[in-house]
Structures are given as structure tokens and as C-alpha cells.
């Protein structure tokens, strides 16, 4: 008896184990399955919800494809964008950008036809969707109706009055685009807010031109490989610096008497080198102090009684928009 007792202990133990792993992969199966059956509804969900996103986006696009007026997109992104997640919200967003873009040229000569100078001239200003109605004109009412609810705000320049796009509008957006589109919107906003020149003379003081100069130059930096960064490089270096280094037709950065920098230049020159020493557009504002200080802070001399150039000045205002564009990302 003594000499089986062993031998059926250990046929028991090993019969237990054998039940034991049986049950555990029984277990880790049917938990497996459990997995996956509950994966299965969320990748179902995923794909709806992906596919609800390319119809809403395809939907979209034919609309702004038949579009004759702005007013129909616009109509149709403040009632379906809430829908957007951020990917498509951005692509509607951009296309009703792209329509602006080819739209606001026939936009604006419209209202330099017929007698829609001389009625506006007679509306009361600014004209804006409130006091729109008051317009006598029927047609000249429903145009300037028409574009204001597309997006587009009057401004007047040199005694004109047509329309620029409003991108302070896009800011109600913001909650469902992406941070490098909210950031280019905030930068157009502010121009169509409070456009940096009109009639070739600054109507913005010349720091707030440096902090535009400086806010753009740190959107490229930020977000390099954005879409709508060629729009701000052109808007950084074209506009904002050039007009910061050269001034313009009717705000110079000289006096005309010295040709001497203007002292208020000037000094919104010191601060934005004290603040953003390694700016791009520091780095750029403090060679051109460095300069300008070798020539008695002149920036064009006197010759034979008229405004002549000083060659290593001439040269810096030839180069440094290259330079700046070297400097970015």
C-alpha cells in the first residue's frame, strides 16, 4: 500500500494542474473575445464617425464650388461647422479663405460702378448690417447687404468706399480650429480691425507696427510648414519690415528737412532691439542702427539740393529683406 501512495499523489497533483490550465486558457479565450467584441463597436464608431466627417466636408465643398456670393458659404459654415471636428473645420475654413481669394477683386470693382460711390458717399458711416436698410438705392442696398453677410466690411479710403474681407468674424470659430489657423486669423484680423497704412501714410504708431512686424515673424517661427505661411511671410517681410526699415510715401522714417532718422523711429527702434534682441527683425533693426549712427543717423544726404542716396545706406535697404528671409525657419 505504502509503495502507490506516492504514485497517485502525483498523478493527482498533475491531473489538477492540467484542470487548472485548462480553465486559465478557457479564461484568457473567452476574455479575448470579450476584447474584441468590445473593440468591434468602436472601430464601427470610429469609421462612422469618419466617414460623417468626409460627407460634411464633401457637402461643403460642393457649396462653395456653386457659390456665387460668399454670403452662401457663410451661411452654410455658421449652421453645419459646430459639426467639424478640427481637421475638417479647418479645410472649410481655409476654402472660404480660397474663395475670398479670387473673389475680392471682382468684389471691390463692383462697387466702383454705376452710382455706388455716390450713394454710399450719402450713407451714413461706417456703414455696417444695422444702418445697411437706410441705403436708398435698392440695388446699391442689396449689394452692400449682400457682401456684409458674406463677410466682408466697408472701409473707406482716400474719400472710396468698398470692401475688405473681415476676418475678425473667423474669430467665432475659434474653439473648433487648430492653433497655427487661429493664429493666422488673429493676425488678418487685426489688419481688417485696424488696417497698418492707408493713403500711403501709417495710421498705426510705429511701435504697434513693430509689434505686428514681430508677431508675424514669431507665427513663421512657431508654425513653419503651416499652409497660410507663405500669406504671413509676404505680410512679415514685404509689408510690416519693409515698411518698418524704409517708411512710407507719407510717413518716411526720415525728416525732410535732416533726412535725419525721426526721433520717434528712433526710438521705437531702441525699444524693439531692448525687447526682442534675437528677433529677426532685432537682429535686422539693430545692424541698421549701427549703421545709420556711422552716418550721423542720416538716412539720405543732401546733393546739389536734392534727396540723394548714401551708398552703404542704399545697399542695407537693397538686402535686408534677403537677409530677414534667410534668418526664418
Not at 460642393?62 to 456665387?68: E, H, L, S, T
Not at 501709417?202 to 508677431?215: D, F, G, H, P, Q
Not at 515673424?217 to 505661411?229: F, M, N, R, T, V
Amino acid at each position: 500500500m505504502h509503495a502507490i501512495f506516492p504514485f497517485s499523489i502525483r498523478h493527482f497533483f498533475f491531473a489538477a494542474c492540467g484542470a487548472c490550465l485548462l480553465v486559465f486558457a478557457s479564461g484568457c479565450a473567452a476574455a479575448d473575445t470579450d476584447n474584441e467584441t468590445a473593440k468591434a463597436p468602436k472601430a464601427a464608431e470610429g469609421e462612422a464617425v469618419a466617414e460623417n466627417q468626409k460627407q460634411l466636408l464633401e457637402k461643403y465643398n460642393a457649396v462653395v464650388k456653386g457659390a456665387k456670393e460668399a454670403a452662401t458659404i457663410v451661411s452654410y459654415l455658421n449652421e453645419n461647422l459646430p459639426q467639424a471636428d478640427v481637421t475638417t473645420a479647418d479645410a472649410m475654413v481655409r476654402g472660404l479663405n480660397a474663395f475670398y481669394d479670387k473673389d475680392l477683386q471682382p468684389t471691390q470693382e463692383s462697387f466702383f460702378q454705376g452710382n455706388v460711390q455716390e450713394v454710399l458717399a450719402g450713407a451714413e458711416w461706417p456703414i455696417t448690417a444695422v444702418n445697411a436698410s437706410s441705403i436708398p438705392d435698392e440695388k446699391v442696398r442689396q449689394l452692400v447687404a449682400t457682401k456684409l453677410a458674406g463677410g466682408y466690411k466697408m472701409v473707406m479710403v482716400e474719400g472710396m468706399i468698398y470692401p475688405i474681407v473681415d476676418y475678425e468674424l473667423q474669430k467665432t470659430f475659434t474653439k473648433k480650429l487648430s492653433d497655427d489657423l487661429n493664429a493666422y486669423i488673429a493676425i488678418q484680423a487685426e489688419e481688417s480691425r485696424q488696417p497698418t497704412a492707408m493713403d500711403a501714410s501709417l495710421v498705426i504708431s510705429w511701435n504697434e507696427l513693430a509689434k505686428r512686424t514681430i508677431n508675424t515673424e514669431s507665427y513663421l517661427k512657431q508654425y513653419p510648414g503651416a499652409p497660410e505661411s507663405d500669406s504671413v511671410r509676404q505680410l512679415f517681410i514685404n509689408s510690416y519690415l519693409t515698411m518698418y526699415i524704409i517708411g512710407l510715401n507719407n510717413s518716411p522714417v526720415f525728416d525732410y528737412d535732416t533726412f535725419k532718422l525721426r526721433n520717434e523711429v528712433k526710438e521705437s527702434y531702441e525699444e524693439t532691439v531692448r525687447e526682442h534682441p534675437d528677433s529677426v527683425t532685432g537682429q535686422i533693426v539693430s545692424a541698421y542702427m549701427k549703421l545709420l549712427e556711422s552716418t550721423d543717423w542720416k538716412v539720405y544726404e543732401k546733393r546739389n539740393g536734392q534727396q540723394a542716396d548714401i551708398p552703404e545706406v542704399k545697399q542695407f535697404h537693397d538686402r535686408f529683406a534677403a537677409d530677414a528671409q534667410g534668418m526664418l525657419p
